[in-house]
T-cell receptor, first 111, second 115 residues
């Protein structure tokens, strides 16, 4: 079983839709959860960071962590064509600096 | 907005040659990292560096690789005797020291092609 699993997509939605992106993980020691956005041939851009379980909102983005299910989500409201990118989840264990990434979900928002 | 800068953006090298990738981390950050992403694959951790020494490294980071902070602003990754399978995008990253977790900021990457 992969440590972090993420549906590669592509996920195609119309402009204005609510997008749901998800990752599952197997390592219960993960406590820090991040979402990055990556445009083609560019570096990952940090979008959201959460610690342990719960929700966090920032503008159109909401991150959710359900540690009991080992499942994290990123919701994008009022999606825009500029949101078209690959979304990467990443996780880490307390006391360690290495991030473990998912393989990324490619999102296409159609105008 | 402060950012991590990397040079070169793209380098082509012959198999067996040495390559040095350079990075300028965000100025008030004290943790530095290298990650790589082989085309079509996930981003993978290579090494973290703090207080002038390696704090953590992955199995990928073998004797072929080394890191250095040669001065107060640069952070480098050296790959000795490059192999075809070293072809990848290499990302430098940095973060603050603190207990708030791993808010790590990435550069735009250096694309290495080994021929």
């Amino acid at each position: 079983q992969k440590e972090v699993e993420q549906d590669p997509g592509p996920l195609s939605v119309p402009e204005g839709a609510i997008v749901s992106l998800n990752c599952t993980y197997s390592n219960s020691a993960f406590q820090y959860f991040m979402w990055y956005r990556q445009y083609s041939r560019k570096g990952p851009e940090l979008l959201m960071y959460t610690y342990s379980s719960g929700n966090k909102e920032d503008g159109r983005f909401t991150a959710q962590v359900d540690k009991s299910s080992k499942y994290i989500s990123l919701f994008i409201r009022d999606s825009q064509p500029s949101d078209s990118a690959t979304y990467l989840c990443a996780m880490s264990v307390p006391g360690r600096r290495a991030l473990t990434f998912g393989s990324g979900t490619r999102l296409q928002v159609q105008p | 907005e402060p950012e991590v800068t990397q040079t070169p953006s793209h380098q082509v090298t012959q198999m067996g040659q040495e390559v040095i990738l350079r990075c300028v981390p965000i100025s008030n950050h004290l943790y530095f990292y290298w990650y790589r992403q082989i085309l079509g694959q996930k981003v993978e951790f290579l090494v973290s560096f703090y207080n002038n020494e390696i704090s953590e490294k992955s199995e990928i980071f073998d004797d072929q690789f080394s890191v250095e902070r040669p001065d107060g602003s640069n952070f480098t990754l050296k790959i000795r005797s490059t192999k075809l399978e070293d072809s990848a995008m290499y990302f430098c990253a940095s973060s603050e020291v603190g207990s708030s977790g791993n808010t790590i900021y990435f550069g735009e990457g250096s694309w290495l092609t080994v021929v």
